[in-house]
């Protein structure tokens, strides 16, 4: 039973982080198209947490959106809506910046550690009658079947989530090459016209001095 006192002291310890901000649910077909509304999207690991100053740094692996040049970034807590990355692992990402160029990372944005805890996402714990001369091996089992099944749908929301944040990637540096590729197109026009417009003005310019020549000559 003493597998049970744990998940239910887990729970109470939990719980201040999960309910304190309304959040709507979000479908796995929509977590990227609302994350990518936050200022800064990146995949990246917490390799720093302070838990009495409530800061958290991230290493960023990869960025997916959002214009930042160190390798590292640091979160702040403001608030009870405020995710706490103290768990040591990978994270997905969604933010927004604040003043001092640190990140908030609010509750209710899909972003989720690898492993992630809190309630908000877990699956109901499944309901189990057993009497007092049951095998205590059947309740450890259905947690155990539980915490499988909960991580088991977060690693398919994490896979989904990086692929589109990679198809997001590839179609934004896509649209950049061809911004650039027109950007050269048209200077290089221009270009061309500012050539031929000077050669013009220099064509005209000798043939004015060679007539000129032959009037003097006359």
């Keep these: 039973m003493k597998l049970k ?22 479908d796995r077909e929509n977590m990227v198209e609302i994350g990518l509304k936050y200022e800064i999207v990146f995949y990246g690991e917490t390799i720093k947490v302070d838990s009495i100053k409530r800061i958290y740094t991230f290493r960023i692996i990869e960025l997916f959106k959002g214009k930042y040049n160190s390798q590292f970034i640091t979160q702040k807590y403001y608030g009870n809506c405020s995710i706490v990355p103290s768990v040591k692992q990978l994270w997905i990402v969604y933010a927004n910046f604040n003043d001092d160029k640190t990140i908030e990372i609010s ?55 990086i692929e589109k944040l990679r198809i997001y990637k590839k179609s934004q540096k896509e649209i950049s090459d061809k911004e650039k590729t027109e950007s050269k197109i048209e200077i290089y026009s221009k270009y061309i016209i500012i050539s031929l417009i ?21």
Excluded at 5 to 26: A, M, Q
């Design 5 to 26: 006192y744990f998940f239910l002291l887990l729970l109470l310890c939990l719980s201040n982080y999960s309910f304190s901000c309304e959040c709507k649910p979000i």
């Design 107 to 161: 509750g209710c944005s899909p972003s989720t550690g690898f492993k992630p805890y809190g309630l908000d996402s877990m699956p109901s714990p499944p309901k189990i009658k057993i009497s007092q001369k049951a095998d205590e091996k059947i309740e450890i089992l259905s947690f155990y079947a539980w915490d499988l099944k909960f991580e088991n749908r977060n690693l398919q929301d994490w896979i989904y989530q």
């Design 198 to 218: 000077v050669n013009i003005v220099l064509f005209l310019s000798l043939l004015f001095v060679i007539l000129k020549k032959k009037n003097f000559f006359k």
